[in-house]
């Protein structure tokens, strides 16, 4: 079935230190991945996303990559800071619609 | 630029009363998406509309959820009757293209059943 599976579910880094979230996808098909980052109480806003095209793509401080054979795609962080604890959502794209994750709680220790 | 604007953004409403979300895409976006939001199921899609034609509403948990998109700039969900497990964040979303073009949503509309 159509399915995005998301590790861990909460994570928590120094200040300064990088963080990796993690995501399996069930249809080998889906060649659209993008990454969501949501703040208490404010609505998902994309920050990055990439195309089955590609292996890795980067932003700043923020990289995502991809590994087609493999089916998962991660997120990473680098030199964290406090204003990127949020929620963060993979999501992958099947035959008819985007699927999330189920979400990683990052939180960022001074 | 406008983004995809949702209302009211609180609700507070009796079980058994009829309840309305609104929601008004970005001009020009094709597809309109409405997802729920609770801390045990995470972020689920309940019905999507492309050019204002319902395509997927296999996530509508049951028959009291209903949704419409009566032109490309309006689309409401309605619960009726609302019960206290319906209490979520409903967020409207709107893309360019389906399934491989970003989504963009709205603040969600905070939805509280007594």
């Known amino acids: 079935g159509e399915n995005v599976e998301q590790h861990p579910s909460t994570l928590s880094v120094q200040e300064g230190d990088s963080a990796v979230i993690k995501c399996t996808y069930s249809?080998?098909?889906?060649?659209?991945f993008p990454w969501y980052k949501q703040e208490l109480g404010k609505r998902p806003q994309l920050i990055i996303d990439?195309?089955?095209?590609?292996g890795e793509k980067k932003d700043q401080r923020i990289a995502v990559t991809l590994n087609k054979t493999a089916k998962h795609f991660s997120l990473h962080i680098t030199e964290t800071q406090p204003e990127d604890s949020a929620v963060y959502f993979c999501?992958?794209?099947?035959?008819?619609?985007?699927?999330f994750g189920s979400g990683t709680r990052l939180s960022i220790r001074p | 630029d406008a983004g995809v604007i949702q209302s009211p953004r609180h609700e507070v409403t009796e079980m058994g009363q009829e309840v309305t979300l609104r929601c008004k895409p970005i001009?020009?976006?094709?597809?309109l998406f409405w997802y729920r939001q609770t801390m045990m199921r995470g972020l689920e899609l309940l019905i999507y509309?492309?050019?204002?034609?319902?395509?997927?509403d296999s996530g509508m948990p049951e028959d009291r959820f209903s949704a419409k998109m009566p032109n490309a700039s309006f689309s409401t969900l309605k619960i009726q009757p609302s019960e206290p497990r319906d209490s979520a964040v409903y967020f409207c979303?709107?893309?360019?293209?389906?399934?491989?073009?970003?989504?963009?949503f709205g603040d969600g509309t905070r939805l509280s059943i007594l």
């Open positions: 979303a709107s893309s360019l293209g389906n399934s491989n073009q970003p989504q963009h």
């Open positions: 509309f492309n050019n204002n034609v319902p395509i997927d």
């Open positions: 249809d080998s098909a889906s060649n659209y």
């Open positions: 999501a992958a794209s099947f035959p008819s619609k985007i699927i």
């Open positions: 001009s020009g976006h094709d597809y």
């Open positions: 990439i195309r089955s095209n590609v």
